[in-house]
């Protein structure tokens, strides 16, 4: 499951990691507004790659306002599956409140969490290895810089979307 604010780039991730234009994309925040599920076949195994929703957008309010009505539903139906989540964050704006109370709530929530940094092509070298540094310690967690762009760390992030699938012995509906 893919997590994070309107407009960090869950769904062109999708379409990165697939290399298809499967997902539907937007230069404007709140495109998506359903859960989408999309079935991937890598290396002989089926996993589903769900696309939701992004937060901190609601049409009509101020862009850094409350959740979209959608979005609460949605995520509590998804998340009755306990799947493993992937909290995006734009790795311009590491350490806002919005992915702070995200990832707190994931952390809780989720089978299991990482983080992944979208969009790194904006940034500079310097800049890059600044943001990175700070969003390894706001989330006290691996981060995984990506750009849907230039499709750098598509094969680091498959790695991990494989090894996050993997059932646990623990979960008899995983
Ligand atoms: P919602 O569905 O509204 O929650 O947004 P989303 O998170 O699915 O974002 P989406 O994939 O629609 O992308 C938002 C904008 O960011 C689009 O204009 C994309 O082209 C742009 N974008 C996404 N990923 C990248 C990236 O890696 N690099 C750059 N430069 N732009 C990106
Ligand atoms: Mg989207």
């Not at 850094?64 to 995520?75: M, N, S, T, V």
């Not at 311009?92 to 995200?102: E, K």
């Not at 990832?103 to 983080?115: E, F, I």
């Amino acid at each position: 499951m893919l997590v994070g604010r309107s407009n960090v780039g869950k769904s062109s991730l999708i379409n990165a990691l697939t290399r298809q234009t499967i997902a539907r994309t937007s230069a404007a925040p709140g495109k998506t507004r359903l859960a989408n599920v999309y079935r991937i076949e890598r290396a002989g195994t089926a996993l589903h790659l769900i696309d939701l929703p992004g937060y901190g957008y609601a049409s009509g309010h101020k862009a850094d306002g409350g959740r979209q009505p959608e979005f609460g539903e949605i995520a509590r139906v998804v998340f009755e599956r306990t799947p493993a989540a992937l909290l995006l964050v734009d790795s311009r704006h590491p350490g806002l409140a919005s992915d702070r109370a995200a990832w707190q709530w994931l952390s809780g929530t989720a089978a299991r969490a990482a983080v992944v940094a979208t969009k790194i092509d904006k940034l500079a070298r310097g800049e890059r290895i600044r943001a990175m540094r700070e969003l390894q310690s706001v989330f006290d967690a691996p981060v995984v810089p990506v750009s849907a762009g230039t499709g750098e760390g598509m094969e680091e992030l498959w790695k991990l979307i494989v090894s996050l699938s993997k059932p646990r012995r623990t979960n008899p509906n995983a």
